[in-house]
T-cell receptor, first 115, second 111 residues
Framework: NAGVMQNPRHLVRRRGQEARLRCSPMKGHSHVYWYRQLPEEGLKFMVYLQKENIIDESGMPKERFSAEFPKEGPSILRIQQVVRGDSAAYFC?????????????FGSGTQLSVL | GNSVTQMEGPVTLSEEAFLTINCTYT??????LFWYVQYPGEGLQLLLK?????DKGSNKGFEATYRKETTSFHLEKGSVQVSDSAVYFC??????????FGTGTRLLVSP
């Protein structure tokens, strides 16, 4: 049973390009969470999605960032017109039912570098 | 606001040494507290947790006690192994499945 899969592991983009980060949750999990770790900071919550729905996006920057979790396929975190300040490690986590006491399973992250 | 402060790393120890990684927090209310571990090339894994004051979480020889009076959740292990080398993250849960993490502390254990 594969864990949470994120790809790519490393992504390099030039300023102004688009970045697409993918997350395939564990088999049977329908709840996905995205976290971002900026340099020298802790991981910070960005968005919580259930299949085809955004449940909580209170941690998402208001512009350029979007997330989706379609009925089929992985969850996508999309960053348009990237800037140097977007350089960070982006982690995805998943859970089966989304109840508060349930364990989260994390992927190994995507390291985004913006040149 | 809610925040977690961890001791800076790396922490370098010899095998069988005693480990302490300090963690303090600031939060409104009574958060649940967690330690996560990230081994090289892998995702974060839950190591242990405590949900109320004076609770002790333990797993794989690691322990941490929820201290409300000092707002701390220090991680300890009596005798570390080379295989414990990893990055350790302290975290608190502020709301529905929302975690606030510290910056992580890298532990390096040499034979």
């Amino acid at each position: 049973n594969a864990g949470v899969m994120q790809n790519p592991r490393h992504l390099v983009r030039r300023r102004g390009q688009e970045a697409r980060l993918r997350c395939s949750p564990m088999k049977g999990h329908s709840h996905v969470y995205w976290y971002r770790q900026l340099p020298e900071e802790g991981l910070k919550f960005m968005v919580y999605l259930q299949k085809e729905n955004i449940i909580d996006e209170s941690g998402m920057p208001k512009e350029r960032f979007s997330a989706e979790f379609p009925k089929e396929g992985p969850s996508i975190l999309r960053i348009q017109q990237v800037v140097r300040g977007d350089s960070a490690a982006y982690f995805c986590a998943s859970s089966a039912s989304g109840t508060d006491n349930e364990k989260l399973f994390f992927g190994s992250g995507t390291q985004l570098s913006v040149l | 606001g809610n925040s977690v402060t961890q001791m800076e790393g790396p922490v370098t120890l010899s095998e069988e040494a005693f480990l302490t990684i300090n963690c303090t927090y600031t939060a409104t209310g009574y958060p649940s507290l967690f330690w996560y571990v990230q081994y090289p090339g892998e995702g974060l894994q839950l190591l242990l947790k405590a949900t109320k004051a004076d609770d002790k979480g333990s797993n794989k020889g690691f322990e941490a006690t929820y201290r409300k009076e000092t707002t701390s959740f220090h991680l300890e292990k009596g005798s570390v192994q080379v295989s414990d080398s990893a990055v350790y993250f302290c975290a608190l849960r502020t709301g529905f499945q929302k975690l606030v993490f510290g910056t992580g502390t890298r532990l390096l254990v040499s034979p």
